[in-house]
Structures are given as structure tokens and as C-alpha cells.
């Protein structure tokens, strides 16, 4: 199937997004998994409508154009009323046809119409079909959004077709994001929900960094689910998440199953954004150092959680650092490497939706930098407060 042909048809797109199964074989448009109603009554749903494809180039790329026949063909027993007897609507006596490479029309349908585009055009011949199906058996559809693997030749970051941005037309704004090459230092909590999100952007790589072992209290804590023989295999956190999120991203995905010291800091060469997803500690002061001498932007992500008498408290936190912004480390910025035991930070409770919290706090405002999303604000530093539900926006630019 060609998907750049699909992507860039107003139409064929719109189909897609509208969960039709969609191919592209042979110069032919075949919509796939159709139901319909046999002569005997019994509905059955492996049809296949599929109509001539007819294309144009323009700015250099191949699209679709208006149909220029109104002829559709049909693969499968002759689809029928509710009833059992032929639709007459579209019946055209004719031989069946052999289009090559598995295109096979069984019939040959007609219904004369000036069809604005490949959308008019197979929901009409669609509307007939399994509107009958639908009078036997009310909960079919043709409707049944597969998965599209991408072209072997694609150099896409998926392995399969991200529908989600087409759906609600990204596709632009995702592209903001396709130079970036992200580091995330740290995959226990809050770092494997970063991952979560950053993995389903079309960044060109995702670095996660982390020496620790994927154990029971993880699985808590991070998105998705294990079985208990997956635990028992007792896998480094970044090889537990890079094997969950390989399943997505077919390139990228750059794993380091070591803690990020001075020793082995050049691993961060190349990358241009962070998240500091880590304990404080020297290694902290040592990846900041780095970060800041050569420009590249980052954020950390923090959370202080105590308890209380009446339930637990605390804020999560968000500091963001540019080239153009770094004098508020040294104010709003933990490393713990004197007295670890006061820090707040230190405390070590986590709970997921609060590492969810932090994660997407910390998502949305590198989106915001991208320009992804419209950033306004310009904040530098955010703190969520847990027991008031107050978001305070400081160290603005």
C-alpha cells in the first residue's frame, strides 16, 4: 500500500481516519472487511468494494483526483437486501474480471453519479451494502479500524501508522518535534511515564538512561502492566521499557543500561533536550554541569510528598532550563549531595498518578518550547500544590 499516496489524499484520508480498511494494489482503491447480506440472508463481512484509483501530481507528490467513472467492483457472493434478494440499485450484469496481482471483481456495480471524491463515492456504494447487513444484524460496520503496519521502505519512527495525529490533523505540528534527539536520565517513575509520552512523538531518538534493575515496586509505578514470570526475569529497567516500547518504534530507541556518571557522559553527545528523571546526588551536579556548557536545553522533574494528619501533602515540581534562562538553578534546583536526609525530595514517596502528573507537566512544557504548543508563559519553573490543587507558574523569562 502506498501511504504517502493515502496521506496526502484529503480524501483517502478521511476514509482511513474513519476506520475503513483501506489498500491501495494494482492503481486500484479497495475497501476491505465490508459486510453484507448473502441470498441465503446470512450476513457475511469479508467483502470487498474497490473502484479505479485515479491520480495527479501536484507540488511534486502524487494525490488523488475526482473520480472520473462511476463503476465500483465488488469481490465476494452479490450482495443483497435484508431479504435476500439482489439490490438492484447498482446491478450491472457483467463477467467477472481479473485485475491482477489479487484484485478479482466477482461484479461489476453502476450507480451514475457525479462523485466529488473517493469519500462520496465508496460510501455511497457502502451505504447500500451494509446498510441491509445492518436491518439482520445491527452491530456490523465496515468500520473496523485495522492496524496498518508502514511501508518497508518507509523511514518512519512507527511500525505501524500513527492515525492518532491524522485524526485530529497534527501531522504539522508533529513535525516540530522530528529533530529532536531527547534524553531521558532515569526510567523508574516519573521517567518511564515521560517515555510513555515522548516515545509516541516522531522525535528521532529517545536515550534513556538508567543502572537499575526493573523490580515489583516499578510495575506500580510505571504505564502498563507485567506478569509475575516478567518480573521474575529480573531485566534492567531500560531493557524492560525498551522492549515495551520497541513494539511501537521501529528506530530511535537508543538504550543504556548503566547510571549516567562522569565516566560515561559522552553518551550524551548529540542529544538536544533532557529530562532529569534521577535522584539528587553528585551524578546530578555532574549531568547538569554538562548540559549547561554545551546549550543543551532540559527539565527536572521532581516531587516532595509527606504525610500528614490528615493524608499525605507535598508539591511536584517542574524546572525548566534553556540557554537563554539557567541563573534560577541555583535557587530552585536540588542536587541533596551535603545533607540528603533534610531534603524533602528525599523522601522517596511515589505514587503513580503523581509521577503521571509530573511526567505530563514536564511533556507539555518541552511541547511548549518545541512550539508545538503555544507557549505564553514562558515559565521557567511550575510546582503543583498536592493538598490545594494550585498550580503556581514562576521564574518566568
Known amino acids: 500500500m502506498s501511504h504517502r499516496l493515502l496521506a496526502r489524499s484529503d480524501d483517502l484520508l478521511a476514509l ?7 489498500e491501495i494494489r494494482s492503481g486500484y482503491l479497495l475497501v476491505k472487511d465490508v459486510p453484507y447480506v448473502t441470498s441465503s440472508r446470512e450476513v457475511r463481512e469479508d467483502g470487498v468494494l474497490f473502484s479505479k484509483l485515479e491520480t495527479q501530481v501536484l507540488d511534486g507528490h502524487e494525490r488523488t483526483k475526482r473520480p472520473d467513472a462511476h463503476v465500483a467492483y465488488w469481490t465476494g457472493e452479490h450482495p443483497c437486501q435484508a431479504d435476500g434478494a439482489k439490490i438492484r440499485a447498482f446491478e450491472n450484469p457483467s463477467a467477472p474480471q481479473n485485475f491482477g496481482k489479487g484484485v478479482q471483481a466477482d461484479f461489476t456495480f453502476s450507480a451514475k453519479a457525479s462523485y466529488r471524491d473517493y469519500v462520496h463515492k465508496m460510501q455511497a456504494y457502502l451505504g447500500w451494502i451494509v446498510g441491509e447487513a445492518q436491518k439482520i444484524r445491527p452491530e456490523v460496520t465496515a468500520q473496523t479500524f485495522p492496524v496498518y503496519a508502514t511501508d518497508e521502505d518507509d523511514d518512519d519512527v512507527f511500525n505501524y501508522i500513527d492515525t492518532a495525529s491524522s485524526r ?7 513535525e516540530k518535534l522530528e529533530e529532536q534527539r531527547v534524553a531521558i536520565i532515569g526510567v523508574g517513575g516519573t521517567g518511564s511515564y515521560v517515555l510513555d509520552f515522548v516515545a509516541k512523538t516522531r522525535v528521532a531518538e529517545i536515550h534513556i538512561f538508567d543502572g537499575d534493575r526493573f523490580d515489583t515496586h516499578n510495575a506500580f509505578r510505571a504505564p502498563g502492566a507485567w506478569s509475575l514470570e516478567e ?24 538504550k543504556h543500561p548503566a547510571k549516567l556518571t562522569t565516566e560515561n557522559i559522552e553518551q550524551l553527545e548529540g542529544i538536544n533536550f533532557a529530562f532529569l528523571c534521577l535522584d539528587n546526588g553528585k ?29 499525605l501533602q507535598g508539591i511536584v515540581r517542574v524546572l525548566t532550563c534553556t540557554p537563554g534562562k539557567s541563573d534560577h538553578i541555583a535557587t530552585r534546583m536540588s542536587f541533596g549531595e551535603d545533607d540528603e536526609a533534610e531534603n524533602e525530595y528525599a523522601t522517596n514517596i511515589q505514587i503513580a498518578e503523581l509521577n503521571a502528573l509530573n511526567a505530563a507537566m514536564a511533556v507539555i512544557r518541552w511541547k511548549r518550547l ?24 514562576e521564574e518566568t523569562e
Open 283 to 311: 551524578s546530578k551536579r555532574a549531568i547538569v554541569d554538562w548540559l549547561l556548557e554545551h546549550n543543551v536545553s532540559f527539565i527536572d522533574v521532581g516531587m516532595g510528598v509527606v504525610r500528614a494528619p490528615t493524608g
Open 370 to 393: 518545541i512550539g508545538f504548543y503555544r507557549d505564553a508563559g514562558r515559565e521557567h519553573y511550575s510546582s503543583y500544590q498536592i493538598a490545594t490543587g494550585v498550580i503556581a507558574i
Open 231 to 254: 518480573l521474575e526475569s529480573k531485566k534492567s529497567k531500560v531493557d524492560t521499557l525498551g522492549d515495551i516500547y520497541g513494539k511501537l518504534r521501529r528506530r530511535g530507541l537508543i
Open 168 to 174: 485530529v490533523h497534527v501531522g504539522a505540528d508533529n
Open 16 to 22: 482511513r481516519n474513519a476506520g475503513f480498511h483501506l
